[in-house]
C-alpha cells in the first residue's frame, strides 16, 4: 500500500512538472511557493562559488538530497550544461501518516560550486519540488551576470552558510556494524552523550533504507534500519556497499561513512588477513616467484640447519620489511588525501621498469653469475650469525611481496579493504600480519630446516632444474616489459628488452665455454628479431579482437543499462593483473559464458585501472573494493550489484547473472499472471 501511494505521488508531481512545462504557463512571483535569491562570488581557477537562497512559504517545505518517501532533491539545469557541487546544510525529518521525508521547512542556503569554462554568464533553470496538503513543483529561471564582480559581503555570507553544512570530523565514532538478513544495526559513540538524535542516510542506487529505530544507553546510540530496494521488497544488508550518514544531535550534526565490512572484530580481520598473506603464495602472479623459492631449497641442499633456518628467517624478514614499506606508502597517500587500492604502484610505468631491472639481476643470480649482497655492513652482520648469501635471501623475500601486490586473493581483498578506511595504526597491523601470513612458509622450513635434506641428491637434474627456472624468471622480465609496451611504445620496448635479454645470453655464453657458440647464435637471432619487429611490425590498432562486446565504464553507462531493464556484467582490469587474465580465460571466453554475455539484454562494462581513473577509483570505493580484479552483476532484480569473488567460477557468473533477470524471480513472475 506504501509502494501504492508513493507511486501516485509521484504521478501527481510529474503532471505538475508537466503542467509547468507547457507553453504560457505563468511563472509569476505569486504563483510559487517558496522565494529564491542567488549570490555570486568572482570567478576563479574555472568555477564560481554561489550561494542559493531558498525560502519556502509558511507551512511549505522542500527537501534534501535522499528526500526519503517523498519530493525530490532542488536541480539546477545549467544551458549549457556545467558541472556543479552541492554543500547540503543539515536537513530535518517529516513523519506523517506512515511516510517519513528529508528536507526544510524554513529558509535554507545551499553553497554551491560551479564549473564556468571560462563564462561570464551562468543561465538555468532552478527545480523545486514543494509541498504542503498538497505538492507542487515550481521552476525558477536564473540569469547570473558574472561579470558584475561578486555580490557584496559574499565571502562572510559562504562561510556562514558553511558552517551549517555537516563536517566530515567530529566526535562522533562509528562503534560497530552489524547486518542481519534485511536488518542493518549501527552503533554509535559520542564523549558528550545523546538528546534527541536523528540518523540520515543516502541511500546507494536500488535501494531504500527506512527511517531508524534508535536507543541510547550511556555514550552510545544503536540505530537500526530495514533495506529495500525500490519496490519495497527485504535486501541483504550485508550486500550494501559504504554508507554515507548524517548525524543530527541537537545544535551539532556530522557527516559520517559506515562500512558494512566493519561488523568484523579487528581479530577476526587479523584472522583473515593471515590466511589472505597465506594464499596469496599460491596466486598465479606469484608464480614468477616460484623459481626463487626452489632456487633457494635447491642452494640449501647440503647445508647445515644453522644455514638454512638464517637463511629462510631472511627471506621471511624481506617479506615482511615490504609490506611494512607498502603500509607506510599507503599511509602517506592516505594522508595526502588520495584513494589507493591494492596494487596501485604497478600504475607507475617507473615502477614497472624498475621490477623489469630487479628480474633481469635475478636471471643472472639464477644462472649463477653475480651473487646478490646486501650493504657490507650488514652482509658481514647477517653472515657471522650463520651462513652465506643472507642478503641475498632477504631481497628474494622483497622481491617476492613487490611481485604479489598485483594479486586479489580470497580474504586478501577483505583484510586490505578494511585496512585502508582503518585508523592508521590498524592499517599497519594489518599490513603486519599480511606479511607474517605470506612468509608463513618461510618460517615453517625455518622452524624445521630438516626439511631441505629431503630433496634428491645433487646430480645432473640441479643443471637441468637451474635452466628451468632462469627461464621462468626470464619469462617474468618479458612479461614486466610487455607493460611498458602502451606507455613508451613497441620499438623502444623490444630494442631495450632484445640488448637486456642478449646481453644476458652472451654472459651465459661466457660462463659455459662448451655451449659458447650456440649461444653467440642465440644472442644474434634476439637482436635481429627484436630489431626486425620493431621497425618492420604494424603499430597496434588499439582495439583488441575480444569476443565480448565491452563497452567503456561509466556512472551513465550503468544507470542508463539500468533504466533500459538489463543485465550489467562490470568488469574492471588492468594490464598488469595476472588474475584478470585467468578469469578472462578460464572463465570469461568459455563458450557458453560467451553465449550468455552476449545476449541482447545484457550490458558488459569494462573498466581499464592500469592507469589512474577517478572514476574506477569512485567505483571500487563505492563497493567495498581494495583492487581489482573487480566484477559484478548488476540487473533488475538487483539494481544494488552484487559483487563476484576476485576469482571468478563459471556457475557463480551463471547463476549470479540469472538472478539479476527480474523476469525470472518468483515474485515477478507471480505479478505477471
Not at 539500468?562 to 580465460?585: H, S
Amino acid at each position: 500500500m506504501k509502494t501504492f501511494f508513493r507511486s501516485l505521488w509521484f504521478l501527481l508531481f510529474s503532471l505538475s512538472a508537466a503542467s509547468a512545462a507547457v507553453p504560457g504557463w505563468s511563472m509569476k512571483p505569486e504563483n510559487s511557493h517558496a522565494q529564491v535569491h542567488v549570490w555570486h562570488d568572482a570567478p576563479a581557477e574555472g568555477k564560481v562559488r554561489l550561494l542559493l537562497d531558498v525560502t519556502p512559504n509558511e507551512g511549505w517545505k522542500t527537501y534534501w538530497r535522499t528526500p526519503g518517501d517523498g519530493g525530490f532533491r532542488p536541480v539546477i539545469a545549467w544551458e549549457p550544461q556545467a558541472k556543479t557541487q552541492w554543500h547540503w546544510p543539515r536537513p530535518v525529518r517529516f513523519d506523517s501518516a506512515g511516510f517519513s521525508s528529508v528536507g526544510y521547512d524554513r529558509r535554507v542556503v545551499f553553497p554551491l560550486d560551479v564549473a564556468t569554462d571560462e563564462r561570464q554568464r551562468l543561465r538555468g533553470k532552478l527545480t523545486l519540488s514543494l509541498c504542503s496538503t498538497l505538492c507542487v513543483v515550481n521552476t525558477f529561471p536564473l540569469d547570473i551576470n558574472l561579470a558584475t564582480g561578486p555580490s557584496a559581503q559574499f565571502a562572510d555570507a559562504w562561510d556562514n552558510a558553511m558552517r551549517a553544512v555537516p563536517p566530515d570530523n567530529g566526535p562522533v565514532a562509528v562503534k560497530s556494524v552489524a547486518a542481519d538478513n534485511d536488518t542493518l544495526t549501527v552503533k554509535l559513540t559520542s564523549p558528550e552523550g545523546w538528546s534527541q538524535p536523528d540518523l540520515f542516510p543516502d541511500n546507494p542506487t536500488g535501494v531504500n533504507l527506512s527511517s531508524p529505530q534508535t536507543a541510547i544507553l550511556g555514550d552510545t546510540l544503536t540505530a537500526r534500519f530495514n533495506v529495500s530496494d525500490s519496490q519495497g521488497k527485504p535486501l541483504e544488508a550485508s550486500g550494501l556497499p559504504p554508507l554515507s550518514l548524517l548525524v543530527s544531535d541537537g545544535a551539532q550534526s556530522q557527516q559520517l561513512r559506515v562500512d558494512i565490512s566493519s561488523s568484523t572484530t579487528l581479530w577476526q580481520i587479523m584472522a583473515v588477513a593471515l590466511a589472505g598473506g597465506l594464499i596469496l603464495n599460491l596466486m598465479p602472479c606469484v608464480l614468477p616467484v616460484l623459481g626463487i623459492k626452489l632456487a633457494s631449497l635447491m642452494t640449501l641442499a647440503e647445508s647445515s640447519r644453522r644455514q638454512t633456518r638464517v637463511r629462510f628467517l631472511a627471506t621471511a624478514a624481506g617479506i615482511m620489511f615490504s609490506f611494512l614499506v607498502l603500509a607506510a606508502v599507503i599511509t602517506g597517500l592516505r594522508l595526502s588525501g588520495a584513494w589507493i587500492g591494492w596494487g596501485f604502484q604497478f600504475q607507475s610505468p617507473w615502477f614497472i621498469a624498475a621490477m623489469v631491472l630487479v628480474t633481469w639481476i635475478f636471471c643472472f643470480s639464477l644462472a649463477g653469475l653475480l651473487e646478490i649482497r646486501l650493504p657490507s655492513a650488514l652482509s658481514t652482520r647477517l653472515a657471522t650469525a650463520g651462513g652465506n648469501g643472507i642478503g641475498g635471501s632477504f631481497l628474494e623475500g622483497a622481491f617476492a611481496t613487490l611481485l604479489a601486490t598485483p594479486c586479489t586473493a580470497p580474504f586478501l581483498g577483505t583484510a586490505v579493504t578494511f585496512a585502508l578506511a582503518a585508523p592508521v595504526h590498524q592499517l599497519w597491523l594489518i599490513f603486519l600480519v599480511l606479511g607474517l601470513g605470506m612468509s608463513l612458509p618461510w618460517l615453517a622450513i625455518s622452524m624445521v630446516p630438516g626439511v631441505a635434506r629431503w630433496l634428491p641428491k645433487p646430480g645432473p637434474w640441479m643443471g637441468k632444474l637451474r635452466l628451468g627456472l632462469v627461464l621462468l624468471m626470464l619469462g617474468s622480465c618479458i612479461w614486466l616489459m610487455s607493460l611498458l609496451v602502451k606507455e613508451w611504445g613497441a620499438r623502444y620496448v623490444l630494442i631495450g628488452g632484445g640488448l637486456m635479454v642478449a646481453f644476458f645470453l652472451f654472459r651465459c655464453a661466457k660462463a659455459m665455454p662448451n655451449h659458447k657458440e650456440n649461444l653467440r647464435s642465440l644472442v644474434f637471432g634476439v637482436l635481429f628479431g627484436a630489431g626486425l619487429y620493431a621497425f618492420l611490425a604494424p603499430q597496434p590498432q588499439g582495439k583488441d579482437d575480444s569476443p565480448l562486446n565491452w563497452q567503456p565504464l561509466s556512472e551513465a553507462a550503468l544507470s542508463e543499462a539500468l533504466n533500459a531493464r538489463k543485465r550489467v556484467l562490470v568488469d574492471i582490469t588492468a594490464d598488469w593483473c595476472l588474475n584478470c587474465r585467468v578469469n578472462e580465460v578460464l572463465v570469461l571466453h568459455r563458450p557458453e559464458v560467451i553465449a550468455a554475455l552476449n545476449r541482447d539484454d545484457v550490458v558488459l562494462l569494462q573498466g581499464n585501472w592500469s592507469q589512474p581513473s577517478a572514476e574506477i577509483e569512485r567505483f571500487l570505493r563505492r563497493y567495498g573494493a581494495s583492487g581489482i580484479p573487480f566484477n559484478a552483476v548488476f540487473g533488475p532484480a538487483i539494481p544494488q550489484g552484487h559483487v563476484l569473488p576476485s576469482l571468478l567460477s563459471k556457475d557463480a557468473l551463471l547463476t549470479t547473472l540469472m538472478s539479476a533477470n527480474a523476469a525470472t524471480s518468483p515474485d515477478f513472475t507471480e505479478e505477471k499472471q
